[in-house]
């Protein structure tokens, strides 16, 4: 999915709620997923998923800042993301419908936590490169 520079611009400044937010949005952001989209647990098996979990918040966390890192290299999603994408595709074997998932849960935190800044046209902004992200963690597959 090609993203326009108003795209990129709308990701970036509202990005800077997100790098004050690291720990608790990635959190609520699962928590959200995990109790939506039971299936989503099956690939944390080891995991404590209970809400105020420690091992929720730091693969929260983890999340976060792979995103941070692919909004600041947002003209290259490819390169920036290629070791997850293999971790992803190889090793963890999530199915694809998942990114989905963690997506809405990821946009439904970021309006419930930031309101003002979540406007319609960062909320479109927002699911396109989620969404340029997902496609490139399971561009893989096949
Ligand atoms: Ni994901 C591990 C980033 C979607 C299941 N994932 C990671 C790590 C990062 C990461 C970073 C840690 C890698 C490391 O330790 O080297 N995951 C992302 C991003 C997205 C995503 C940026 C999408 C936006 N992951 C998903 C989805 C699922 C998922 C949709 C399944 C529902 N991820 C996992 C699992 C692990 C994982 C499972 C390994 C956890 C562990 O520590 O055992």
Same mark, same amino acid.
């Given at each position: 999915? /090609?993203?326009? /520079?108003?795209? +990129?611009? &709308?990701?970036?400044?509202?990005?800077?709620?997100? *790098?004050?937010?690291?720990?608790?949005?990635?959190?609520?952001?699962?928590?959200?997923?995990?109790?939506?989209?039971? #299936?989503?647990?099956?690939?944390?098996?080891?995991?404590?998923? #209970?809400?105020? %979990?420690?091992?929720? *918040?730091?693969?929260? %966390?983890?999340?976060?800042?792979? =995103?941070?890192?692919?909004?600041? &290299?947002?003209?290259? =999603?490819?390169?920036?993301?290629?070791?997850? /994408?293999?971790?992803?595709?190889?090793?963890? *074997?999530?199915?694809?419908?998942?990114?989905?998932?963690?997506?809405?849960?990821?946009?439904?935190?970021?309006? #419930?936590?930031?309101?003002?800044?979540?406007?319609?046209?960062?909320? #479109?902004?927002?699911? +396109?490169? =989620?969404?340029?992200? %997902?496609?490139?963690?399971?561009?893989?597959? *096949?």
């Amino acid at each position: 999915m /090609a993203l326009s /520079a108003e795209d +990129k611009a &709308n990701v970036r400044s509202f990005w800077e709620n997100i *790098r004050g937010d690291i720990d608790e949005i990635g959190r609520e952001a699962l928590e959200r997923t995990f109790l939506t989209f039971p #299936s989503t647990k099956i690939y944390f098996p080891d995991f404590d998923l #209970s809400p105020g %979990s420690d091992q929720v *918040r730091d693969q929260g %966390s983890k999340v976060i800042i792979a =995103l941070s890192d692919a909004v600041d &290299n947002m003209d290259d =999603l490819e390169d920036a993301l290629d070791a997850l /994408a293999e971790l992803h595709a190889f090793r963890l *074997r999530v199915d694809p419908i998942n990114f989905r998932f963690l997506t809405h849960g990821m946009l439904v935190s970021m309006s #419930s936590r930031y309101p003002e800044d979540f406007t319609p046209a960062v909320h #479109s902004s927002m699911d +396109k490169f =989620l969404t340029s992200v %997902s496609e490139v963690l399971t561009s893989k597959y *096949r």
